[in-house]
Nanobody
Framework: QVQLVESGGGLVQAGGSLRLSCAAS????????MGWFRQAPGKGREFVTA????????WYADSVKGRFTISRANAVNTVYLQMISLKPEDTAVYYC???????????????WGQGTQVTVSS
C-alpha cells in the first residue's frame, strides 16, 4: 500500500532551520505532484508548498515565500522541505501529501503522511 513517511521535525529556536523529508513507497512517485501542508493547534490544515511531478514547478504560500524551499528527488522517491528563518508561527504538524496534480487544496490530495511536529521557540 501507499506510504508517505515524514521525518526531520523537532524543536528549534526562532531564526533557525530545519529540513523535512518525506519518503514515499507503494506508488509511482514521479507520477505524482507532492505537497506540504501544516496544521497548528486549533486551526485547520493549511497549504504550505507544492511541487509538480517533473521537472519541478513550485508554489508557495505567501507566509513562507523566501524562507521555505520544496524539492524532490524522484530517484529516491523523496520530497524535501528546507525551512530557514523559522518563526514561532511556523509551529505546527507538517504533513506531506501526494496528488495526481499539484494543488493548494488539501482535498485534492490522494495520499497523506502521518505528520511530523515542528516547534519553533521564541
Amino acid at each position: 500500500q501507499v506510504q508517505l513517511v515524514e521525518s526531520g521535525g523537532g524543536l528549534v529556536q526562532a531564526g533557525g532551520s530545519l529540513r523535512l523529508s518525506c519518503a514515499a513507497s507503494g506508488l509511482t512517485f514521479s507520477s505524482y505532484a507532492m505537497g506540504w501542508f501544516r496544521q497548528a493547534p486549533g486551526k485547520g490544515r493549511e497549504f504550505v508548498t507544492a511541487i509538480s511531478k517533473s521537472p519541478g514547478r513550485t508554489w508557495y504560500a505567501d507566509s513562507v515565500k523566501g524562507r521555505f524551499t520544496i524539492s524532490r528527488a524522484n530517484a529516491v522517491n523523496t520530497v524535501y522541505l528546507q525551512m530557514i528563518s523559522l518563526k514561532p508561527e511556523d509551529t505546527a504538524v507538517y504533513y506531506c501529501a501526494a496528488s495526481e496534480r499539484a494543488s493548494y487544496v488539501a482535498d485534492e490530495y490522494d495520499y497523506w503522511g502521518q505528520g511530523t511536529q515542528v516547534t519553533v521557540s521564541s
